[in-house]
């Protein structure tokens, strides 16, 4: 599948408004293929009213919503090993019931990925510069996946 940006971001806005916490969801691909975008998307839609700044450099971010949920962004592009995991608190961010966490690169958590999560793979469109490759894959027993757009191919 292929989507625009703005259809990316009606995508990502959409699974924020439907999707009820537990859900982890791993955002791969290249730099500047659109991970962070998706990840804002999805927490505007759920409700983040505040900043999103990119937490390349902070790694972490998290939310408060007023309905006692919670919206966590993670960056682990910088983390050099599975052991730095520890010092990000990873084990109370995947085990947090009330949170959506969005993860950029969850390729560095190695084997430390939750069980029953979702893994969307962001590319450059060969046809299209201006479009994303979009490609999920569902592991375990996930929250169900809202539908792409209407119209989306």
Do not use: Q
Not at 54 to 66: A, D, G, K, M, Q
Not at 69 to 76: F, G, I, K, Q, R
Not at 78 to 89: K, N, T
Not at 116 to 131: C, H, I, M, N, S
Request: charged fraction near 25%.
């Amino acid at each position: 599948m292929t989507l625009g940006e703005d259809d990316l971001v009606a995508w990502g806005r959409r699974i924020g408004a439907e999707i009820r916490p537990p859900v982890f969801i791993g955002l791969r691909g290249p730099l500047g293929a659109g991970k962070s975008v998706l990840a804002r998307a999805v927490a505007r839609g759920a409700g983040v009213r505040e900043t999103l700044p990119s937490p390349t450099f902070n790694i972490v971010f998290r939310y408060e919503l007023p309905a006692a949920e919670s919206v966590v962004h993670a960056d682990l592009y910088r983390l050099r090993s599975v052991d730095e995991l520890a010092g990000i608190g990873w084990d109370e961010i995947v085990g947090d019931e009330g949170a959506i966490v969005l993860v950029e690169w969850p390729g560095r958590a190695g084997g430390e990925l939750p069980a029953d999560r979702w893994e969307v793979t962001l590319g450059y469109a060969a046809a299209d510069p201006g479009k994303r490759t979009v490609e999920l894959e569902c592991f375990g027993e996930p929250a169900p996946v809202p539908a792409f757009p209407i119209g989306v191919r």
